[in-house]
């Protein structure tokens, strides 16, 4: 299978639907939602507590699989692919970060961003430059041999930044990446993934509440009840003098 840049949008969904079945309730979060994400620009999904958005993330990297509509993801229908030639789709092209890091208790930095490197094939020698190289992207070089017990929590969100990056994704997924954070490492998180989209040229979809992401997303969505209600580019952060808070 192969996944070759796709002259439209990175992704495209066309009228996906989505119900959950619990006992005898039914409940529909996703009803006939149509939307394109642009390649190179980081994406913001915002929206109330409960309105769709986790579902839409984890249905646009095919974690999840649609009652109905189309999911197409660098020319390939996800819905089209076996359950292995997506695995596939998913280790090759996409990355994913999540609110609680999904770190390896008993795995150093290095080690954590080294692992899927090892199932993508590459040697050890190229899995260790290519893992140092990322690690040192987010600026998580010093620490690299440590723990997830002896890191703080935005250093885990960069460890599991990097462990992302270093499959060099074209789609990287973020879901609440700074819910867990406080503000400066909030903050952080925000910049590595604004300058991912930047200087690789990575599509950057993010599900979040936290408003600081909107001046710092290409494009805001925003969602209610399984639908997208506005769709807009905030205008960029205007350049603060040197020394001063943004
Ligand atoms: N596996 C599941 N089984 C049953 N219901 C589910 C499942 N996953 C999500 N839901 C329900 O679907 C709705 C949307 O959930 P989702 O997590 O997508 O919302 P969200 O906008 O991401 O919320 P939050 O901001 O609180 O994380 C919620 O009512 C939720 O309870």
Redesign the pocket.
């Known amino acids: 299978m192969t996944a070759t840049a796709p002259a439209g949008p990175a992704l495209r969904a066309e009228g996906i639907a989505k119900a ?1 079945v ?1 006992g005898k309730v039914r ?1 529909q ?1 996703l009803d006939g939602l149509s939307l394109s994400i642009e390649a190179g620009e980081l994406t913001l999904i915002s ?10 993330l984890a249905i646009l990297s095919g974690l999840q699989k649609v009652d109905a509509g189309r999911v197409i993801a660098l020319g390939s229908e996800l819905g089209g692919l076996d359950s292995r030639a997506l695995e596939r789709f998913r280790l090759l092209h996409t990355g994913f970060v999540f609110q609680g890091f999904n770190l390896f208790p008993a795995l150093t930095g290095l080690e954590q961003v080294e692992l899927p490197l090892h199932y993508l094939g590459l040697s050890s020698r190229q899995a260790r430059e290519r893992a140092t190289q990322s690690l040192d992207e987010v600026g998580m070089t010093p620490r690299m041999h440590l723990r997830p017990s002896e890191l703080s929590g935005g250093e885990k969100q960069r460890v599991a930044i990097a462990r992302a990056l270093a499959k060099q994704p074209e789609l990287l997924f973020a879901d ?1 990446p700074t819910s867990a954070l406080d503000a400066a490492n909030g903050q952080t998180i925000i910049d590595i993934l604004h300058r991912i989209a930047r200087t690789h040229g990575t599509t950057v979809l993010c ?1 979040s ?1 936290d408003p600081r992401l909107i001046r710092h997303a290409d494009r805001v969505l925003s ?1 209610e009840d399984g639908r997208i209600l506005s769709d807009r580019r905030p205008a960029p952060p205007a350049a603060t003098p040197e020394g001063t808070a943004p």
């Open positions: 959950f619990s409940t979060v929206g109330p507590s409960g309105c769709g958005k986790s579902t839409l609440e599900v509440h969602m």
